[in-house]
């Protein structure tokens, strides 16, 4: 039966297939806004991967700052949506971006346990996606990411700027720059890698 059941999935999807791939409706490919976040998506799409680097905070944050972030970035469920994850302190944060309808959507799934929705904003640099607080989904309290900005600086190097809204109308700023990881050499067997810091 469960055999029955995945035969009939496969083939929905099969069935299906051919109208998720139609282009636009005539006219639509036009529409200047989804152009634009198509063309942004394509850009972060091409940071898949694995990058490494340091985090400056503003105010000075010792619990963040000097330590070594690794940022993993994957595209995923047929080439719709790029997920970012970050795992500071061990506990991993996905964020998710997207493009809805004609607007690039980033979703941040925080360990505070709220996912603030964020969506660009304009920029005079195109190797610049500048994400701006929407709206949220869970409690504003302890903190929350109010804005996120990419910038590209070469195929394998790019920054990383995130905000935080504080209690109090403060903020923390971070700021990670981040370069490509290079491949890693295989763990001979039994030996565990051991994680950076």
Same mark, same amino acid.
């Given at each position: 039966?469960?055999?029955?059941?995945?035969?009939?999935?496969?083939?929905?999807?099969?069935q299906c297939r051919p109208a998720l791939a139609q282009g636009p409706?005539?006219?639509?490919?036009?529409?200047?806004?989804?152009?634009?976040?198509?063309?942004?998506?394509?850009?972060?799409?091409?940071?898949?991967?694995?990058?490494? $680097?340091?985090?400056?905070?503003?105010?000075?944050?010792?619990?963040?700052?000097?330590?070594?972030?690794?940022?993993?970035?994957?595209?995923?469920?047929?080439?719709?949506?790029?997920?970012?994850?970050?795992?500071?302190? $061990?506990?991993?944060?996905?964020?998710?971006?997207?493009?809805? $309808?004609?607007?690039?959507?980033?979703?941040?799934?925080?360990?505070?346990?709220?996912r603030p929705r964020s969506v660009p904003r304009s920029s005079a640099?195109?190797?610049?996606?500048?994400?701006?607080?929407?709206?949220?989904?869970?409690?504003?309290?302890?903190?929350?990411?109010?804005?996120?900005?990419?910038?590209?600086?070469?195929?394998?190097?790019?920054?990383?700027?995130?905000?935080?809204?504080?209690?109090?109308?403060?903020?923390?700023?971070?700021?990670?720059?981040?370069?490509?990881?290079?491949?890693?050499?295989?763990?001979?067997? $039994?030996?565990?890698?051991?994680?950076?810091?």
């Open positions: 039966m469960r055999l029955r059941a995945t035969v009939l999935c496969v083939g929905l999807l099969a409706s005539p006219g639509q490919d036009t529409i200047p806004a989804e152009r634009e976040a198509r063309t942004s998506f394509g850009v972060l799409k091409g940071l898949a991967g694995t990058w490494t $680097g340091s985090v400056a905070t503003d105010p000075h944050n010792p619990d963040i700052e000097g330590h070594t972030i690794q940022v993993t970035m994957r595209v995923a469920s047929r080439g719709s949506v790029l997920e970012h994850e970050i795992a500071p302190a $061990g506990v991993p944060e996905p964020t998710m971006i997207y493009v809805e $309808g004609d607007r690039l959507t980033l979703v941040h799934c925080c360990e505070a346990g709220n640099d195109p190797k610049t996606v500048d994400f701006e607080f929407a709206d949220i989904s869970g409690s504003t309290k302890p903190a929350y990411l109010q804005h996120f900005a990419f910038t590209i600086v070469s195929a394998d190097h790019h920054t990383e700027d995130w905000t935080f809204q504080l209690p109090d109308e403060k903020q923390l700023h971070a700021h990670f720059d981040l370069k490509r990881a290079t491949e890693s050499a295989p763990t001979p067997a $039994g030996k565990a890698r051991a994680h950076p810091h």
